[in-house]
């Protein structure tokens, strides 16, 4: 499958900006796969910048506004379109509106059931929230959430987006690929490129020179893989959130899924020209592919570094042996590390890394390095590698963690003097510092009890904020990583407090399947904005949704009861929908049996009855208890205790009932004594 901005493919007729080609004779397959898309809204050609296959679809984004299949009549789509990936017939139920320009790509993630939309658009289904990035449901491809990712700058490009399970990955400008938590729009992890970055994290555009923004992410295996006009060879281009460190990785690099860090051991030995890289991708022998502007690669192949046209594969080969027992002693502020040395006759060199960097290369035959000029009471992370004399690199390699002149143990104090000022939508905190033995590092900033950020100053701006009241605490970190106490909370309120509860949801629906019952309605409005629907069913809380629909499943046959209701940000909730009763499966108009061999067992002050189980062609639910023909209690076995008796004679009688209401008569009476 092969999208792009050509026109046609050897001159076929309806293979404009997509087409599928066989991969054994590059011939257009004109046969199985037809899906044409069209741009009738326009003189010009029609684009496809993305094509996403998940399961059995093929999601398209790009510029264009009909897609046909089989000559079939043309659908109308916004940019976006989803198909079979087999034969391309087009799914019509799936319908983002996507206005004001274009769609560059395109995350499915099907735990959740949500499909992420970036490029150069106003908005999606006009809602607010939505331009350059937004979120829609795998079912219809309506709007799932209006909550907008906070960015500062002037740059707000988004060029790709890619799902993992419960993340959203945005790579864009501002030099950072960003990992979101896809529901509630709050930043987990952040890698940017180049110097500037890490106090700002994603508010701020992050380069000197040295970054550039991110053009790809693609997820492969356990790994996203981005890509950058980031290509300059020097060290410290790189920031991680993560590991909160700098690293000399550039051009396209691995990020972990599961918990969106930079894969430091993988660093791809490739030379790019301006605009670095733009796909990645793999094979079925498991080689990565990565396309873009790449010049170059390799550093010791006969001849020197090889030209790449355009793209380059790595593939798994035979790497050197790793150092074995790396151990490293601090005195004063140095660090002498040492190690074992393989026995390999083509070993050139030993590379340390502190802290992810490059920082010296030890000639083969020696096996110890000292790192001067350290400052105490810092930790770092050394590594050493062997490279052969091809340039292949150890993997699995030894590391150790050392203390610049020892073990720091003591935390620093706890901050004081913390206080917040509110803006429009900001908060900005200040407080004096800390201090500490060897020296304070930096500050930790909570907002509501959850890590929001961090920084080297005494200030710190939290930003995008709605109107809310929100509290803060902070706690200082030393260079070893202690952690002072957390400051007392300060509470600040940003704009007027929310007190408004959402308007009611109406026109809800149910629409009864086999063993489930799918519930739609249309939105509620709110003074500030809505951010998702509450269910109940029977009376009983069922989920949370940010849409406005919401599937209840794994019922049995019976009438059920649904209710919903709007919350908003400050958690104001409205009142419940009327109620919507919906049959699942055919109406059960049967009563269970009569209750048999009812016994009634005398004691002091008490009555206790015993039967024999009802049947019934769905399910008893249970038992009401009749003392003397009037309802006396309930009970769900086959058992009950009446209490609180004046000495006498009592009679009782008992009736069941199942789940749609269908009652037995009564048992015959028996006597039961208490006295």
């Known amino acids: 499958l092969v999208g792009g901005e050509f026109t046609s493919i050897d001159g076929t007729a309806g293979t404009a900006a997509l087409a599928a080609i066989d991969p054994a004779t590059g011939r257009v397959d004109t046969t199985l796969f037809t899906t044409r898309v069209e741009r009738r809204l326009s003189n010009l050609a029609p684009v496809v910048r993305e094509l996403e296959v998940v399961g059995t679809h093929l999601y398209i984004g790009g510029k264009f506004s009909h897609v046909s299949s089989h000559g079939g009549a043309a659908t109308r789509v916004y940019s976006a379109a989803r198909v079979t990936n087999r034969s391309g017939t087009v799914d019509p139920t799936w319908l983002p509106k996507v206005t004001g320009g274009s769609v560059w790509g395109i995350g499915v993630d099907t735990t959740t059931n949500l499909v992420h939309l970036a490029g150069w658009f106003s908005s999606i289904d006009s809602k607010p929230g939505t331009a350059r990035l937004g979120t829609v449901t795998m079912e219809s491809g309506a709007v799932a959430n209006t909550t907008a990712i906070t960015r500062n700058g002037s740059q707000i490009d988004v060029y790709d987006v890619e799902a993992t399970p419960g993340r959203m990955w945005m790579a864009g400008s501002e030099h950072v690929l960003v990992v979101w938590n896809a529901l509630t729009r709050q930043a987990v992890a952040?890698?940017?490129?180049?110097?500037?970055?890490?106090?700002?994290?994603?508010?701020?555009?992050?380069?000197?020179?040295?970054?550039?923004?991110?053009?790809?992410?693609?997820?492969?295996?356990?790994?996203?893989?981005?890509?950058?006009?980031?290509?300059?060879?020097?060290?410290?281009?790189?920031?991680?959130?993560?590991?909160?460190?700098?690293?000399?990785?550039?051009?396209?690099?691995?990020?972990?899924?599961?918990?969106?860090?930079?894969?430091?051991?993988?660093?791809?030995?490739?030379?790019?020209?301006?605009?670095?890289?733009?796909?990645?991708?793999?094979?079925?022998?498991?080689?990565?592919?990565?396309?873009?502007?790449?010049?170059?690669?390799?550093?010791?192949?006969?001849?020197?570094?090889?030209?790449?046209?355009?793209?380059?594969?790595?593939?798994?080969?035979?790497?050197?042996?790793?150092?074995?027992?790396?151990?490293?002693?601090?005195?004063?502020?140095?660090?002498?590390?040492?190690?074992?040395?393989?026995?390999?006759?083509?070993l050139r060199a030993t590379i340390v890394y502190r802290d992810g960097i490059r920082v010296a290369e030890v000639p083969s035959g020696t096996t110890t390095w000292t790192d001067t000029g350290r400052t105490a009471g810092m930790v770092h992370v050394y590594e050493v590698r062997t490279e052969d004399t091809?340039?292949?690199?150890?993997?699995?390699?030894?590391?150790?963690?050392?203390?610049?002149?020892?073990?720091?143990?003591?935390?620093?104090?706890?901050?004081?003097?913390?206080?917040?000022?509110?803006?429009?939508?900001?908060?900005?905190?200040?407080?004096?510092?800390?201090?500490?033995?060897?020296?304070?590092?930096?500050?930790?900033?909570?907002?509501?009890?959850?890590?929001?950020?961090?920084?080297?100053?005494?200030?710190?701006?939290?930003?995008?904020?709605?109107?809310?009241?929100?509290?803060?605490?902070?706690?200082?970190?030393?260079?070893?990583?202690?952690?002072?106490?957390?400051?007392?909370?300060?509470?600040?309120?940003?704009?007027?407090?929310?007190?408004?509860?959402?308007?009611?949801?109406?026109?809800?629906?149910?629409?009864?399947?086999?063993?489930?019952?799918?519930?739609?309605?249309?939105?509620?409005?709110?003074?500030?904005?809505?951010?998702?629907?509450?269910?109940?069913?029977?009376?009983?809380?069922?989920?949370?949704?940010?849409?406005?629909?919401?599937?209840?499943?794994?019922?049995?046959?019976?009438?059920?009861?649904?209710?919903?209701?709007?919350?908003?940000?400050?958690?104001?909730?409205?009142?419940?929908?009327?109620?919507?009763?919906?049959?699942?499966?055919?109406?059960?108009?049967?009563?269970?049996?009569?209750?048999?061999d009812l016994v009634a067992t005398d004691g002091g002050g008490q009555v206790t009855l015993s039967w024999t189980a009802a049947t019934d062609d769905r399910a008893v639910t249970g038992y009401l208890v009749y003392r003397d023909g009037a309802y006396r209690g309930w009970s769900t076995s086959t058992t009950f205790t009446d209490t609180g008796l004046a000495p006498g004679t009592y009679r009782y009688e008992v009736r069941a009932q199942d789940a749609a209401g269908n009652r037995s008569d009564k048992t015959p009476p028996v006597s039961g004594t208490a006295g």
């Open 190 to 346: 952040w890698n940017a490129a180049g110097h500037g970055c890490p106090d700002q994290a994603v508010t701020r555009w992050c380069g000197n020179g040295l970054g550039g923004d991110f053009q790809f992410a693609e997820k492969i295996g356990d790994f996203v893989y981005a890509g950058c006009h980031c290509n300059r060879p020097v060290s410290n281009a790189h920031w991680s959130s993560v590991s909160r460190r700098y690293t000399d990785h550039i051009t396209v690099n691995a990020y972990r899924v599961a918990d969106g860090g930079l894969e430091e051991a993988w660093n791809a030995d490739v030379g790019g020209g301006v605009d670095g890289g733009w796909t990645a991708a793999t094979d079925t022998r498991g080689c990565l592919w990565i396309g873009g502007d790449i010049v170059d690669g390799g550093f010791h192949e006969p001849g020197g570094r090889v030209f790449a046209r355009g793209f380059a594969r790595f593939c798994a080969t035979s790497a050197p042996a790793a150092p074995t027992e790396l151990a490293g002693v601090s005195v004063a502020t140095s660090v002498t590390l040492s190690w074992n040395q393989p026995s390999m006759p083509d």
């Open 390 to 596: 091809r340039g292949r690199s150890s993997f699995n390699n030894p590391s150790v963690t050392v203390t610049v002149g020892g073990s720091d143990l003591e935390p620093p104090t706890v901050p004081a003097g913390l206080t917040g000022t509110a803006g429009a939508d900001s908060v900005t905190l200040v407080w004096t510092a800390s201090t500490d033995d060897r020296g304070v590092d930096s500050y930790l900033v909570y907002r509501d009890g959850a890590y929001v950020g961090w920084t080297r100053a005494t200030t710190y701006t939290d930003t995008g904020l709605a109107p809310a009241a929100f509290s803060y605490t902070l706690r200082a970190v030393d260079g070893a990583g202690n952690r002072s106490d957390p400051t007392d909370t300060v509470t600040v309120q940003v704009g007027t407090a929310d007190t408004t509860p959402p308007s009611v949801p109406t026109d809800l629906a149910g629409t009864a399947g086999p063993d489930s019952v799918t519930l739609t309605w249309t939105p509620a409005t709110d003074d500030r904005a809505v951010t998702g629907y509450l269910v109940y069913r029977n009376g009983a809380y069922q989920g949370f949704t940010p849409s406005t629909t919401f599937t209840s499943s794994g019922l049995t046959p019976g009438a059920y009861a649904f209710e919903v209701r709007a919350v908003d940000a400050a958690e104001n909730r409205s009142d419940k929908t009327p109620a919507v009763t919906v049959q699942v499966g055919a109406a059960d108009t049967t009563p269970p049996g009569v209750p048999t």
